[in-house]
């Protein structure tokens, strides 16, 4: 079929053409270019949670080995001695990633005897400032536990009061207060953790997601794309289903990184899809050495790039 387009304009329209194709061509080639399908991998940090820093005593020579092993940040605990962290901190030139509250497990939210819930509230509140300072920005908790003496609506409603009490204090500092999905009998998936988020209608609660902790009930890539952009720190944990069956539930964590259940590229596949550039921080036996911490963030390296 004959064109009123001119020949010469036909060439030109086809060159141009050709060097467009080819320029993308080369971008996709070296990465540059991301498919709606697969979308560009987001920056995350290495971190590392206190408690299972097993090299060291003091807080200086502990967060030595971390920085010495690879990582840029820590987890501290909430309620520890601020000027030492701060010392710590400074010295290495790691960041507080996050706090992990002191109180609640001994002292939960759910608790029946108030003046328990009171220490609980009191200790979240310590974590609060102890981020502020530290400039972690994020407080782990868990909310609740459910057990044969307080029941699943009494830890809801309990612990979202509690929990309202604290917001005025995350709103004044600046810091968020992070949900832990953990092995304590509730808010036993994404949906209902999006429902109990959302219940507080406010920017400082959030989600702290550990994905080893849903890989015997569920999948992490689903509950990622689910709790979404309220997801504010990821706790990075191994499981294996295999050994949890043959073994025992709590066998599943005995498992080395990469060596378990975790579909590591599609959890990382989930995080791109959500937009999340925050902290990974490893919570995962074998730092009890300079060694096994080198192994952990070399592992977790390989974990970001899968």
Partial sequence: MKT???????????????????????LAGQGLLASAAEPARAPMRKAIMYGTIGVGKSVMEKLQAV????????????????????????ATGLQAASVCC???????????????RA?????????????KRYGAGSVLLVPAVVNEQVSYAEAWDRSVAEIRKAIPLAEEL???ISIENVWNNFLLSPLEAVRYVDEFNSPRVGWHFDIGNVINTGW??????ILGKRIQRIHLKEFSRQKADKEGKWAGFSVEFLKGSNDWPAIMKALAAIGY???????QGGGGSPEGLKNLSDSISRIFAS
């Fill in 277 to 283: 550039t925050g902290w990974g921080i490893a919570e």
């Fill in 67 to 90: 920085k010495e092993a690879g990582f840029e940040g820590v987890e501290p605990n909430g309620g520890m001695d601020q000027d030492e962290v701060m010392r710590a901190l400074e």
């Fill in 174 to 176: 600046g810091v968020t």
């Fill in 102 to 116: 002191h109180t609640h497990w001994a002292k939960p939210l759910s608790d029946a005897v108030p003046a328990n």
């Fill in 220 to 225: 992490p890539e689903q509950w990622i794309r």
């Fill in 4 to 26: 009123n387009v001119p020949e010469s304009m036909t060439r030109r329209m086809f060159a141009e053409t050709s060097l467009k194709a080819a320029a993308v061509a080369a």
């Fill in 119 to 131: 220490i609980g509230l009191e200790g979240l509140r310590q974590s609060l400032r102890d981020a």
